[in-house]
């Protein structure tokens, strides 16, 4: 089972409702981020956070998709109104605060979103 | 902006055959690569991380040279196994961020 946590697993709603994921990192662990995965591709990074501040978010859709991480632990993903194109997993990663090159990334579950 | 390829998209063996997935990338100033496993519907699991300074990782059955001036990366799994089914992805890390190959779906057939 991954060490980090995210729910909901599945959100199946309309186009034009509002979604929300929530990701709860490995404990300790300064860096998360967010990735969105289409099926038959890799994760693209939506947004990273080093503790409560967002580090990068360039390639967030920021129309429509907004991101907190308000105590620098847990973070929620929100899309409104979603669009069919955004039909994806999103997954939730974190990464601890020590030096950059020799530690990885730890994934989610991930929330597989369908939008009818 | 970096690019990775893996080649190729999937690969079928029989069981107990090695397996040799294929990873390049464009931009060779990296921190490190990393290999991760994908079932279908989970996340990834991450196998073996090779920093920029390293040629090679082991795990097991699984070994991953990196050659960063050339911009490749093998993964290597020795027998495998029909456990050993699912996607597997290759992801560098360079400018603070990680960038995924589409992946190499492998299927051992028993």
């Known amino acids: 089972e991954a060490e980090v946590a995210q729910s909901p697993r599945y959100k199946i709603t309309e186009k034009s409702q509002a979604v929300a994921f929530w990701c709860d990192p490995i404990s300790g662990h300064a860096t998360l981020y967010w990735y969105r995965q289409i099926l038959g591709q890799g994760p693209e990074l939506l947004v990273q956070f080093q503790d409560e501040s967002v580090v990068d978010d360039s390639q967030l859709p920021k129309d429509r998709f907004s991101a907190e991480r308000l105590k620098g632990v847990d973070s929620t993903l929100k899309i409104q109104p979603a669009e069919l194109g955004d039909s994806a997993m999103y997954l939730c990663?974190?990464?601890?605060?020590?030096?950059?090159?020799?530690?990885?990334?730890?994934f989610g579950d991930g929330t597989r979103l369908s939008i009818l | 902006k970096q690019e990775v390829t893996q080649i190729p998209a999937a690969l079928s063996v029989p069981e107990g055959e090695n397996l040799v997935l294929n990873c390049s990338f464009t931009?060779?100033?990296?921190?490190?690569l990393q290999w991760f496993r994908q079932d279908p519907g989970k996340g990834l699991t991450s196998l073996l991380l090779i920093q920029s300074s390293q040629r090679e990782q082991t795990s097991g059955r699984l070994n991953a040279s990196l050659d960063k001036s050339s911009g490749r990366s093998t993964l290597y799994i020795a027998a495998s196994q029909p456990g050993d089914s699912a996607t597997y992805l290759c992801?560098?890390?360079?400018?603070?961020?990680?960038?995924f190959g589409a992946g190499t779906t492998v299927t051992v057939r028993a």
């Open positions: 931009d060779s100033a990296i921190y490190n």
């Open positions: 992801a560098v890390l360079n400018d603070y961020k990680l960038s």
């Open positions: 990663a974190s990464r601890s605060r020590v030096r950059i090159g020799n530690q990885p990334q730890h």
